[in-house]
């Protein structure tokens, strides 16, 4: 579960992170590099290999969702060369990034500056606080003295991937989710079939799994289904037209791919006879499920949405 999250995130921050193009990334090690840009001379360019194009740099991409900097961090910054000074720097700025992101609303609790470093910072972070001289030190995954949990490096990783995974997904929780428009268009001709289903509050104290901005999505996906089976398959000879349902997640309720073309249908018609007849719909069997994701995904490539969404 936690890999698909993972590919998904980093799909997405790929295709649609940065202002000039897709520029490809890895969690967590483009991220940890992308935060670590050092002005470098030639004797030093044996140590620092990176050179970062600064328009796709991780605070040039934050800047660009949010609108705004993070006070007092640039978005190219310089880094001390000595290993402990830019260590304490580079703590630092993962503090006040993970301080600014929660002051947006962003749950982040339970990552701490130092699982953002990467492993060699990690280890002279730890030396720092448990007081041990640089060398000495052993990976044991144990509490030290002055109370520092120091991690393996196997686990140190793990825990890494998890931290950057979770400070992406609060990034487009607070800042590409709010883009949602919670106003509602309220169509008379699709209220009548609405009557009786019953209904998806937006307010924000209304669920404990959805923000407002996704029950907003939600109350968008009922009423362009509901409104759109009826046109999208009233001709069909694969099972007639689809019954009502409500749709309340983003994961069982889109199975069948039905939802999701009601919505593209919506915006492009013309898919209709070329594509989206052709869907089973009441779909039973995995072959048939199948089938209609081919359907939906090559309507997808039709009108160049190529977003690398996979049947």
């Known amino acids: 579960f936690f890999q698909r999250t993972l590919t998904a995130v980093k799909t997405w921050f790929t295709l649609f992170g940065w202002s000039k193009g897709q520029n490809p990334i890895s969690i967590p090690y483009s991220l940890r590099s992308d935060v ?7 004797a030093q360019e044996k140590n620092f290999k990176r050179k970062l194009d600064k328009d796709k740099g991780f605070y040039e991409m934050l800047f660009r969702l949010n609108g705004q900097p993070i006070p007092g961090i640039a978005a190219s910054q310089s880094l001390p060369l000595d290993p402990v000074e830019r260590m304490f720097q580079l703590h630092w700025q993962h503090s006040e990034l993970l301080s600014f992101l929660k002051s947006q609303g962003a749950y982040l609790s339970h990552v701490m500056p130092e699982f953002l470093l990467a492993p060699e910072d990690y280890k002279i972070w730890t030396e720092v ?33 998890r931290a950057w995974t979770d400070v992406l997904l609060q990034i487009y929780k607070v800042f590409v989710l709010p883009c949602v428009s919670s106003r509602i268009v309220h169509d008379p001709s699709s209220l009548e079939s609405l009557q009786n289903m019953p209904g998806i509050k937006s307010e924000p104290l209304c669920s404990n799994v959805y923000s407002r901005y996704e029950r907003s999505i939600l109350i968008w996906l009922n009423k362009h289904y509901e409104k759109n089976r009826k046109i ?27 939802v999701l073309a009601a919505q593209v249908a919506a915006y492009c018609p013309f898919l209709i006879p070329t594509h989206f007849i052709k869907m089973y719909t009441d779909p039973r069997t995995h072959e048939q499920f ?5 359907i939906l995904v090559k309507a997808l490539h039709a009108v160049s949405l190529n977003i690398d969404v996979k049947v």
Request: hydrophobic fraction near 35%.
């Open 290 to 294: 199948l089938h209609n994701s081919l």
């Open 129 to 161: 606080n448990t007081g041990l001289r640089k060398g000495s030190m052993r990976s044991s995954g144990k509490l030290s003295g002055k109370g520092i949990f120091v991690l393996e490096d196997s686990a140190f990783e793990t825990l890494s991937k």
């Open 232 to 258: 999208v398959w009233k001709d069909s000879q694969r099972g007639g037209i689809p019954p009502t349902r409500w749709i309340v997640n983003f994961d069982q309720d889109l199975l069948d791919g039905l």
């Open 36 to 42: 670590c840009i050092v002005q470098l001379t030639i």
